[in-house]
Every structure is written in C-alpha cells, then in structure tokens.
T-cell receptor, first 113, second 116 residues
C-alpha cells in the first residue's frame, strides 16, 4: 500500500504561470513533509518542507500548503521558469527522523518558454 | 565541501557477482541512507544508519548489506547480484539531530547499476 501518492506523473505549464504539484498521503502519523527536486543524472535536492503544526510555508517562488484533514499537500511555484523543469518528489515522515521518510513516485514538471 | 559523493558512477555486473558501492560525506552528518530508484518510481529506502557503527533496515533491504565503520562512509554491498537489482542507487545524509534543517537529506549523484 503506497502511503505517499503523487497522482499526476507529469505536468506541463507555460513560463510565468503557476505550477501546482499535488501529493496525498494515507498515514495519519506523518507530521513532517518535504519536497525534493531532481534533474536528470543528478541526485535529488531539498526544496522546501512543512511541519504539521503549520498549514503553509513559503520560500521565494515556492509555497507548500498542507491540509491535514484531507491528508493533502501541494507545492505552488509562481512564476514558473524553464529552469524549474525537473522531477518533484513529495516525502513524508513520522517525527523528525528523516530516515523513515516515505517518497512519492514523483511528478515531472515541464515549463515551456 | 564535496557534500555527498558516490563511487562508482556506473557499473555493469553479471548475475551472481558481488560488488560494494561507496558513499562518503564530509558534512559531519550523523544519519546516512541508501535508496534505489527504478524507472517511474520514487525513492525506496534500502538501509540507513543513525550513527557510526549502527545500521537499520529500510523498506527494501533484501539482497543488500551495509556497513558504517566510519562516520563519513556508508557502504552498500550486493553479495550475489540479480537482474532485479538493476537500478539507480542514491546515497544521502542528514544532520539527524538538532534543530531546523536536521531532517533535510543531501543526496549524492547516484550510481547506475546494471545486472545482466
């Protein structure tokens, strides 16, 4: 049973518009969530995180929203840039021990110039 | 700082051969991890370590062994490689203890392994 799901394998948006990447989870014990970004032939890099005590965290063009009742989080990128084209992974963990992070399958974002 | 490095970058094995993947980090991180990523799938945790001399099983540990004899190194071993172990392997590390940012994982560039 997949505990972290990214139901959209791919997303294509126009440069300058908003990109919204979604993630759903089933384990109600998850209380810490992270987004990672991955370019081809590279390892993932940390993008932004959110604790369950918050419902929003913002870092520049990136904002993560958490809806605990719906067990849903989303990553908003505004405005989208061609350099944002990458695979985005959602990850969730119980407590702050990231060793137990569970990753979604990723969403490939393509930002068209 | 080099961050997290992995050796080798590519490897082709025949079924039944053994090999060891080396991960090194120079950030004095406590926690280290080994993941595999298969096409169209996310990262699946193989084994991890919360400190020198300790290891623990992750989601998909079968067929792999690990050792963390030094804090900066985390080795992943395949004793008898199988075609099902063809994958891209990522090592990661995190501070593990402390305040903000302790949970953020820093990944290496990956090792592409093909088992024929």
């Amino acid at each position: 049973d997949q505990q972290v799901k990214q139901n959209s394998p791919s997303l294509s948006v126009q440069e300058g518009r908003i990109s919204i990447l979604n993630c759903d989870y089933t384990n109600s014990m998850f209380d810490y969530f992270l987004w990672y970004k991955k370019y081809p032939a590279e390892g993932p890099t940390f993008l932004i995180s959110i604790s369950s005590i918050k419902d929003k965290n913002e870092d520049g063009r990136f904002t993560v929203f958490l809806n605990k009742s719906a067990k849903h989080l989303s990553l908003h990128i505004v405005p989208s840039q061609p350099g944002d084209s990458a695979v985005y992974f959602c990850a969730a963990s119980v407590g702050t021990n990231a060793g137990k992070s569970t990753f979604g399958d990723g969403t490939t974002l393509t930002v068209k110039p | 700082n080099a961050g997290v490095t992995q050796t080798p970058k590519f490897r082709v094995l025949k079924t039944g051969q053994s090999m060891t993947l080396l991960c090194a980090q120079d950030m004095n991180h406590e926690y280290m991890y080994w993941y595999r990523q298969d096409p169209g799938m996310g990262l699946r945790l193989i084994h991890y370590s919360v400190g020198e001399g300790t290891t623990a099983k992750g989601e998909v540990p079968d067929g792999y062994n690990v050792s963390r004899l030094k804090k900066q190194n985390f080795l992943l071993g395949l004793e008898s490689a199988a075609p099902s172990q063809t994958s891209v392997y990522f090592c990661a590390s995190s501070l593990g203890v402390g305040g903000v940012g302790a949970d953020t994982q820093y990944f290496g560039p990956g090792t592409r392994l093909t088992v024929l």
